[in-house]
């Protein structure tokens, strides 16, 4: 009822050339989303979980809850490739039918007929999106969780483990007077459990010839005194002329800040964070003055916008290629050439993005260099479809 009576009123509000298109273009879509994830979720999780089930005695459910768990990472991967496929042949098939050339016959370019395609584009990139920021780290952090938990491994809510924050600043040189930058302090945890990190060192480089090691049991932080609470621990110092001194504490305060509380609650993985924790990441790293981290970081925000986007660079490079005119390819072939241009676009964003995280490019322009590159070559495709 509520189809009837929302749906179908917009729904034919369209042109009924864009209905017929779309009509053209759904079957193909559905059948390459399910040809690429099933595909890449065979090689991705269902391999390793059938050997987690045989080796581990994983229960098989629990094997089916995560894999469902791990689908929408797969689907975010599948949508751009998917909508290559779907309109190379989609178009493909009305030129060959000379559908396509009945229409430029009655005075409709070339331009207007993949206008449709570029609507389906601009919507897979939004679902992909939200896939990718809302959906994806949730779900990720869900399979991670299950899959941990039924093979028997402790998992607690708030947690974290091989914490490591690197902080950079001024180095005091012997005379006290000159001042050079670098790493000044490595703090290292095992793990981190219910507000407490366990198994702490930290490395203190602050002063020029000078190194001072701090292990401890325990570490708590003092949110009154802004200060590390070191339990139960050691201090090593070795001086510019080779001397060592030691001494053992119960309690012992360093001055830090709480950077490492909150890096060990973000995904290490930059593919599992949100937008929100990605900046909230590379925030973390550039007060500690680690500038490699923080700009890496920087990528990776500008990626979670640029991978999206491959659906509408796809989209575009599809409909133009299967639009020419005398233009024939069956699924085999579009699965062929999907797979080509797919990875000649990962190439070219891998290595773009390489450029970035080295700081040869700006973060910005290594992250959408080959979404401008690609559509400039789509948009050279379809002038030539075109004419």
Same mark, same amino acid.
């Given at each position: 009822?509520?189809?009837?009576?929302?749906?179908?009123?917009?729904?034919?509000?369209?042109?009924?050339?864009?209905?017929?298109?779309?009509?053209?273009?759904?079957?193909?879509?559905?059948?390459?989303?399910?040809?690429?994830?099933?595909?890449?979720?065979?090689?991705?999780?269902?391999f390793d979980l059938v050997r987690k089930i045989v080796e581990s005695g994983l229960p098989v459910l629990t094997a089916?809850?995560?894999?469902? /768990?791990?689908?929408?990472?797969?689907?975010? @991967? &599948?949508?751009?490739?998917?909508?290559?496929? $779907?309109?190379? #042949? +989609?178009?493909?098939?009305?030129?060959?039918?000379?559908? /396509?050339?009945?229409?430029?016959?009655?005075? @409709? &370019?070339?331009?207007?007929?993949?206008?449709? $395609?570029?609507? #389906? +584009?601009?919507?897979?990139t939004g679902l992909t999106f939200i896939f990718n920021d809302v959906i994806?780290?949730?779900?990720?952090?869900?399979?991670?969780?299950?899959?941990?938990?039924? #093979?028997?491994?402790?998992?607690?809510?708030?947690?974290?483990?091989?914490?490591?924050?690197?902080?950079?600043?001024?180095?005091?040189?012997?005379?006290?007077?000159?001042?050079?930058?670098?790493?000044?302090?490595l703090f290292y945890a095992r793990e981190f459990r219910r507000g407490e990190m366990n198994?702490?060192?930290?490395?203190?480089?602050?002063?020029?010839?000078?190194?001072?090691?701090?292990?401890?049991?325990?570490?708590?932080?003092?949110?009154k005194l802004a200060k590390w609470e070191f339990l139960d621990g050691q201090v090593l110092t070795?001086?510019?002329?080779?001397?060592?001194?030691?001494?053992?504490?119960?309690?012992y305060l360093y001055p830090l800040s709480s950077a490492p509380i909150r890096i060990s609650k973000l995904p290490k993985d930059a593919n599992n964070m949100t937008v929100q924790e990605a900046i909230q990441a590379q925030k973390l790293y550039a007060e500690a003055g680690n500038r490699k981290e923080a700009r890496r970081m920087k990528v990776r925000i500008q990626e979670k916008f640029t991978l999206p986007m491959a659906c509408l660079v796809?989209?575009?490079?599809?409909?133009?290629?299967?639009?020419?005119?005398?233009?024939?390819?069956?699924?085999?072939?579009?699965f062929g050439i999907s797979v080509v241009l797919i990875l000649v676009y990962y190439v070219l964003s891998f290595s773009f993005s390489s450029l970035g995280v080295k700081g040869t490019l700006l973060p910005f322009v290594a992250a959408w260099s080959p979404v401008v590159i690609s559509m400039l070559g789509?948009?050279?495709l379809l002038q030539q479809a075109n004419r």
């Open positions: 009822m509520l189809f009837r009576r929302y749906f179908l009123p917009t729904w034919k509000r369209f042109p009924l050339l864009d209905r017929w298109i779309f009509g053209e273009l759904i079957a193909p879509l559905i059948f390459a989303i399910s040809a690429f994830t099933v595909v890449s979720l065979s090689v991705g999780v269902m089916v809850k995560v894999l469902g /768990l791990r689908l929408p990472s797969f689907l975010v @991967i &599948s949508f751009p490739m998917a909508t290559l496929m $779907a309109t190379l #042949l +989609a178009y493909s098939r009305l030129s060959a039918n000379s559908e /396509l050339k009945a229409l430029r016959s009655v005075g @409709i &370019s070339t331009k207007r007929m993949i206008v449709p $395609a570029i609507i #389906l +584009a601009f919507f897979m994806v780290p949730r779900a990720n952090r869900s399979a991670e969780f299950t899959l941990q938990r039924a #093979l028997g491994r402790a998992i607690s809510t708030e947690k974290g483990d091989d914490i490591i924050y690197s902080r950079f600043g001024k180095i005091t040189t012997q005379d006290d007077k000159d001042k050079k930058k670098g790493l000044s302090q198994g702490v060192t930290v490395l203190d480089f602050s002063r020029y010839g000078y190194t001072q090691m701090l292990t401890s049991k325990k570490a708590i932080w003092n949110e070795t001086t510019p002329n080779g001397s060592t001194t030691s001494a053992e504490f119960d309690k796809f989209g575009l490079i599809g409909s133009s290629l299967g639009a020419k005119p005398n233009s024939r390819t069956s699924r085999s072939q579009g789509g948009w050279a």
